[in-house]
């Protein structure tokens, strides 16, 4: 089992572009979470989904990000036209049930030149 | 709202040192506790976690203790070593709710 899989690890964008996190959920898992880890901070929530629905995005940017976790594939989440303020760590979470517990994985560095 | 609240870093300690990182909650009803670790370019680990008062965690020589009664989970080691140094989290999960909820993160540095 290879555990949840972030993809890339690091990447960087330019002012304006858009970039695109990729998470792979541990096996089995239908649970997926997104986390964001700002220099010196805690991890805040942004987003939870299940298969082809957003159960709760509360913790989600109002304009510009956007997730999806489809049927077949990994869930991505997008953010148009990046600025400075969203270089951070991107942390994705699986779990099977709540009470199973949540698998993080590794990450993915997003840095905006 | 819910919250968590951590003892400010770094702490630096020596190889066998105690260690204690405090850890305090707001939260309505009786939520889980958590502690995560993050080694250098990595993502959480689940340390140990406690789900009802007066619940203890215990996981590779790390323990805490769910309080109610003074609202904390401080996390603690008898002797600490290098590969220990890591960043710990604090976090909470509401009953009902799938959010988890950190704290900022203790860096914990042990020197041999």
């Known amino acids: 089992n290879a555990g949840v899989m972030q993809n890339p690890r690091h990447l960087v964008r330019r002012r304006g572009q858009e970039a695109r996190l990729r998470c792979s959920p541990m096996?089995?898992?239908?649970?997926v979470y997104w986390y964001r880890q700002l220099p010196e901070e805690g991890l805040k929530f942004m987003v939870y989904?299940?298969?082809?629905?957003?159960?709760?995005e509360s913790g989600m940017p109002k304009e510009r990000f956007s997730a999806e976790f489809p049927k077949e594939g990994p869930s991505i989440l997008r953010i148009q036209q990046v600025v400075r303020g969203d270089s951070a760590a991107y942390f994705c979470?699986?779990?099977?049930?709540?009470?199973?517990?949540?698998?993080f994985g590794s990450g993915t560095r997003l840095t905006v030149v | 709202g819910n919250s968590v609240t951590q003892m400010e870093g770094p702490v630096t300690l020596s190889e066998e040192a105690f260690l204690t990182i405090n850890c305090t909650y707001t939260?309505?009803?009786?939520?889980?506790l958590f502690w995560y670790v993050q080694y250098p370019g990595e993502g959480l680990q689940l340390l140990l976690k406690?789900?009802?008062?007066?619940d203890k965690g215990s996981n590779k020589g790390f323990e805490a203790t769910y309080r109610k009664e003074t609202t904390s989970f401080h996390l603690e080691k008898g002797s600490v070593q290098v590969s220990d140094s890591a960043v710990y989290f604090c976090?909470?999960?509401?009953?009902?709710?799938?959010?988890?909820?950190f704290g900022k993160g203790t860096k914990l540095t042990v020197n041999p």
């Open positions: 979470a699986s779990s099977q049930d709540r009470n199973y517990g949540y698998t």
């Open positions: 096996k089995g898992h239908s649970h």
């Open positions: 989904l299940q298969k082809e629905n957003i159960i709760d």
């Open positions: 939260a309505t009803g009786y939520p889980s």
């Open positions: 406690a789900t009802k008062a007066d």
């Open positions: 976090a909470l999960l509401q009953g009902g709710s799938e959010k988890l909820v």
